[in-house]
């Protein structure tokens, strides 16, 4: 059995990729503001779906490349 190391900061960014691709499906709101919110400043619908499974797809990628 071969000793794999896991890189701890892949690992946090990988869970919080996650985080905020469910927040985004789950929430079906996705909000890009520099400085302050404000209105009509997101996605929402169907953008938002798109959005959070590619976010959940690079949070996946990143667990798998930290056991390498």
């Known amino acids: 059995m071969s000793n794999k190391r896991i890189d701890g900061g892949l ?7 996650i985080g905020v691709g469910l927040y985004a499906l ?13 209105e009509d400043g ?3 619908g169907w953008i938002a779906t798109v959005i959070g499974v590619i976010m959940i797809l690079g949070g996946l990628y990143f667990l798998k490349e930290s056991r390498k």
């Open 26 to 38: 789950l929430g079906q709101q996705v909000h890009f503001s520099p400085v302050a919110p404000r």
């Open 11 to 17: 690992v946090i960014v990988g869970l919080v990729l």
């Open 42 to 44: 997101g996605f929402g």
